[in-house]
């Protein structure tokens, strides 16, 4: 049936790591070989095999409008002809910048870059900078690219692949790296107590998507804010996939909370590579060239990113985020009553267009309630539900995307596959 793939995949093995460029795209954490993808449109992917999918990964995220989606692709295709890369300032670096300051209520000014990875460190480094401080506090169980500083008790590829610790990385790097559980304030005020004056910041995903989906709990964002406030340490908001997913405006707009810095990525480059970091003038103006803090890129702000960005911005504008949010509540809702009907312990959170399966009988709010989740039943739930059309991130520890071109029948295929399947608790 994946025959293509197959031999694709044996092919890739002996040329790429993993056969994969990034490693959760192996799906060893479900047991299964890749399928390596044709095409893609909307809501629904093709592989080499031309077995088509109603896709529920969306690349990690970017294709909030699906993919191929006509205003994006006929964007582009009209900067190709352009020049894909000047390596000199062009119009639609502004205009995207412009769409991104409107939209997000704490960042003043903001600086491209070419991945999410690229943003968090550049803010990080950012951070230190400007206090003077070494230190920093991430959350176990939140993915914020693969800066070495980032890779202690890291989600995502890292959770899912069980890699221990951060091989690689000085000792020394990550001897900075403070580590605290999702949504435990009293962990984090302890972290102040003991290391305060040399914190330079807390960075958080506001809502966690590479734990799986953790909801921050009520008060926690809030109580992140008002501890660096009170401790001259910065709130960074990686906002990589939150950023116009949870809100037009994100998870500053949607829960009110103003993080001093924010990073971005995914839906911002429309597919392209892009990310992005931005938030108070006084810190941003602290960047090189009119500051001292250095960061740079050959590739930041070409023009084909830019204008896929300013396309995707343009269309998401528009799109009803509420409608989008009630369609997927009632998916996830419904997917928790099918499943928990086959006697299995089953959780599933949700918010805006994102959900995650727990197998588990407890409320997931951090790392360690998420890994209490069954991961033979996780596996034996992907691989069922690939067999039956519905393509889902390949990890327990990821969040299930939909997207804007996901029709109620696609919404519908999920839960039929969903009701034929088979687990066994
Ligand atoms: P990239 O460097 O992969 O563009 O972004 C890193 C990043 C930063 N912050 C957050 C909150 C992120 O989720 C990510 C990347 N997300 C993962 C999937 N959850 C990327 C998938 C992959 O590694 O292939």
Request: proline share 5%.
């Amino acid at each position: 049936m994946d025959h293509r793939s197959k031999k694709l995949f044996e092919r890739a093995q002996q040329l790429i790591p993993g056969g994969v460029n990034s490693p959760v795209r192996a799906c060893l954490g479900v047991d299964s070989d890749p399928l390596f993808v044709a095409h893609a449109k909307g809501s629904h992917l093709t592989t080499v095999d031309g077995t088509t999918f109603v896709d529920y990964v969306q690349s990690w995220g970017p294709m909030l409008l699906g993919h191929a989606h006509p205003v994006v692709a006929s964007a582009i295709h009209a900067a190709v002809d352009r020049g894909t890369s000047y390596g000199a300032p062009c119009e639609d670096e502004v205009v995207l910048a412009e769409a991104v300051i409107d939209a997000l209520p704490a960042v003043e000014m903001v600086r491209m870059v070419n991945s999410g990875t690229e943003a968090t460190m550049s803010a990080l480094r950012l951070a230190r900078g400007v206090t003077g401080r070494n230190k920093v506090i991430k959350f176990v169980g939140c993915y914020h690219g693969h800066a070495d500083a980032f890779l202690a008790s890291a989600g995502s590829g890292v959770a899912t692949l069980s890699i221990p610790g951060t091989p690689g990385v000085p000792e020394a790097t990550v001897r900075d790296t403070l580590l605290a559980p999702y949504n435990d304030l009293t962990a984090v005020a302890e972290l102040f107590a003991l290391h305060g004056k040399d914190i330079a910041a807390i960075i958080v995903e506001p809502v966690a998507g590479n734990m799986g989906l953790v909801l921050p709990v009520d008060g926690f964002l809030q109580g992140l804010r008002d501890l660096c406030t009170e401790h001259g340490a910065l709130l960074i908001f990686d906002e990589v996939i939150t950023g116009f997913r949870v809100n037009y405006g994100g998870a500053q707009k949607r829960f009110g909370i103003t993080p001093d810095l924010t990073t971005l990525g995914k839906i911002i480059g429309g597919g392209l590579p892009v990310g992005a970091y931005g938030g108070r003038a006084d810190l941003m103006r602290r960047i090189a060239p009119c500051g001292e803090v250095y960061q740079a890129g050959t590739l930041s702000g070409n023009p084909l990113a830019m204008a896929a960005g300013i396309a995707t911005l343009t269309e998401l504008k528009k799109s009803d985020y509420d409608a989008l949010e009630a369609r997927v509540a009632a998916l996830a809702g419904e997917l928790q009553n099918i499943l928990a009907a086959k006697g299995v312990p089953v959780r599933v959170n949700t918010i805006a267009s994102m959900f995650t399966v727990f197998f588990t009988d407890q409320p997931v709010t951090d790392f360690a309630s998420a890994k209490t989740a069954n991961a033979a039943l996780y596996t034996s739930y992907y691989k069922q539900m690939r067999d039956k059309g519905i393509y889902l991130a390949p990890s327990p520890f990821e969040a299930a995307m939909v997207s804007f071109a996901h029709t109620d029948a696609d919404l519908a295929a999920l839960l039929d596959a969903a009701r034929a399947i088979t687990l066994t608790a």
